[in-house]
């Protein structure tokens, strides 16, 4: 087959290399590659740019230097790799940049969202950046928002512009970008669609502890992809974990009980000892529920570019329907207290530095609670899994929370299993307000369990191993030696000296063919929507119940130590208990 790779996103190495290692691997399964990165087309903003902190506002010096770097980034790559392609600013005459800005000076704010060139819809697919950059909850944009909106679209009719001539002059059999969900990349997909053609995302694997060993290679986008893995769950739901797989898993926890992953949102466990009742002033009589509520603006963006259906069949239409339920129920019962747990992305964080509309909705609507309901808000600085020690039920709208708290073994309830990535029957399901009530209380009598454990861990099998290609042979982690003070400041100064020094590291260090390229070639041949598909999948390990049991308990214990040992409660009943029962 002809292979499309479109890169035009260079500068952010993470992204670029692992592209590029996928892209040589079908190159070597016999496959020709055309290789199309951006030559400066997209010079108002872009990906990158993001990801250096700079806007469509940043002065146009340090633009050019992020343009800069992506050109000598995407040389190194064809130079190494040995792919052949061109730019998008070599399919772009002079005066189609001047007939871009004219027409959309031309059109209002409207007319830009419904704007539809080479029947793809470029207004709509423009919004993506804008509408997770401002954290937004709808699509009404003030005067600031809409000029970036404005940029950003003007990137995305740029891109069809010269999409449509590349498609012409090279009749690819299929194309792949690095996540699909960006502008540029969805039109391009989009474009690739109105001429019949499949498109493939890549996409760094969700295990923390191996997040840049591991790619998700798959038909389509994101979502899709998560779906066929649930789909494919009932193959892998008896078969036991194999000792590795449970260790890599048990790995991805501990990075995020460390709370220093940008990826990760909540605070890291407490290395002090952390009382629960006392830190929100519940009674020792009182059982604590804990609602994990989930930041919007993803599921805005999402929605807002066709990804995801707009209004899915749910039992509560908006979270704060949910949530204002979840009060009612227990400003009857004394002998619960319901702590709802504000998303931190809702907030400043790691990653961004906006507050969203959500945030600000909520802090007027959590004035006045009933005694035994608190709001756990992100500048409280209060760790999920210190909440995790003395909580006896989770409640969940589709934050990842749900499988985290599942794979601990405490019970979770949810209400819209159609808007969660993971398979539902770890929770507890109500689709009805009768239904969920009765969830909630069946969940409180009972309790923790290992088999809840077990089947999460299996689950997390299948997401975060046999669902991802594996990389690692050519895109090792760093070692220990790696984070030290003393590495970091040689670093610095070898980037002054030689700037791509390590770029080129990575690219001679790589395999000389990745040990996963069979199951790579089978994906674009079979048109598979993921590597678990039956078309592709490998057989997993075998591995006995015995044994799985037995490193299950020692990882559980692991868990235990890393999240509790001497820093928790370690009460009757607390989760802390539980898990050191398990040596």
């Not at 512009?161 to 792949?176: N, V, W, Y």
């Not at 996409?203 to 789909?231: C, F, I, K, P, W």
């Not at 929370?401 to 109500?430: Q, R």
């Not at 020094?501 to 001679?508: A, G, L």
């Amino acid at each position: 087959m002809k292979i499309l790779f479109f890169a035009p996103h260079a500068a952010i190495w993470v992204h670029a290399f692992p592209e590029a290692l996928i892209a040589e691997t079908l190159a070597q399964s016999g496959h020709t590659i055309v290789y199309v990165s951006c030559g400066e087309a997209l010079q108002q903003v872009c990906i990158p740019m993001n990801a250096f902190g700079l806007d469509h506002l940043s002065p146009v010096d340090a633009r050019r230097k992020i343009c800069r770097l992506c050109g000598e980034q995407k040389e190194l790559l064809r130079r190494e790799f040995g792919f052949a392609g061109c730019d998008l600013a070599d399919l772009l005459e002079p005066a189609d940049r001047i007939h871009a800005q004219e027409m959309l000076d031309a059109l209002s704010f409207e007319e830009c969202m419904a704007l539809t060139i080479e029947n793809v819809p470029v207004g709509t697919l423009a919004l993506y950046e804008t509408i997770l950059n401002r954290k937004k909850t709808g699509i009404e944009f003030d005067a600031s928002e809409q000029t970036e909106y404005r940029a950003w679209l003007r990137g995305a009719v740029t891109t069809v512009i010269a999409g449509k001539r590349l498609f012409e002059r090279e009749q690819p059999d299929c194309i792949a970008v690095y996540n699909s969900f960006y502008s540029v990349n969805h039109v391009m997909c989009r474009l690739a669609s109105a001429h019949g053609v499949p498109h493939y995302f890549l996409h760094a694997g969700g295990n923390l502890s191996r997040r840049l060993q591991t790619l998700m290679v798959g038909r389509e986008e994101a979502y899709r992809y998560l779906r066929s893995l649930v789909d494919r769950w009932p193959q892998y739901r008896d078969l036991p974990c194999a000792p590795g797989v449970l260790r890599e898993i048990t790995n991805h926890f501990l990075v995020l009980f460390g709370g220093r992953s940008v990826f990760s949102y909540s605070s890291g466990a407490s290395r002090e000892p952390f009382d629960v009742r006392k830190r929100f002033g519940i009674r020792m009589d009182q059982k604590i529920m804990v609602a994990t509520m989930s930041s919007n603006d993803e599921r805005v963006a999402a929605k807002a570019i066709g990804i995801l259906e707009d209004h899915p069949k749910t039992l509560f239409s908006h979270q704060v329907d949910w949530v204002k339920r979840l009060i009612e129920f227990v400003d009857g019962r004394a002998d619960l207290f319901l702590l709802i747990r504000v998303h931190p992305r809702d907030f400043p964080n790691k990653r961004e530095a906006v507050k969203s509309e959500q945030a600000r909705n909520l802090e007027t609507m959590f004035r006045q609670l009933p005694n035994n309901v608190r709001v756990n808000w992100p500048n409280d600085e209060v760790s999920l899994y210190d909440l995790a020690n003395e909580t006896a039920v989770f409640l969940n709208a589709w934050s990842s929370a749900g499988k985290e708290m599942s794979l601990l073994g405490l019970p979770v309830v949810i209400y819209a299993p159609a808007l969660i990535y993971y398979p539902s029957e770890f929770n507890y399901v109500g689709e009805t307000e009768q239904e969920f009530v009765r969830k909630i209380d069946q969940a409180l009598r009972d309790g923790w369990s290992l088999d809840r454990c077990r089947a999460t861990y299996r689950w997390l099998a299948v997401e975060y191993g046999y669902g991802l290609i594996d990389i690692g042979d050519s895109y090792p982690p760093k070692d220990a030696h790696a984070r030290s003070v003393l590495h970091r400041v040689m670093t610095r100064v070898e980037r002054l000296v030689a700037p791509l020094h390590q770029q080129r590291q990575d690219c001679k260090r790589r395999a000389d063919r990745l040990r996963a390229s069979q199951v790579v070639d089978s994906i674009f041949r079979s048109g598979a929507a993921t590597p678990a598909d039956p078309n592709v999948w490998m057989p997993a390990p075998e591995v006995s119940r015995e044994e799985e049991d037995r490193v299950l308990r020692s990882e559980l214990v692991r868990i235990g130590k890393a999240l509790f040992g001497s820093g928790s409660i370690h009460r009757d009943g607390t989760l802390a208990a539980r898990l050191e029962a398990l040596s």
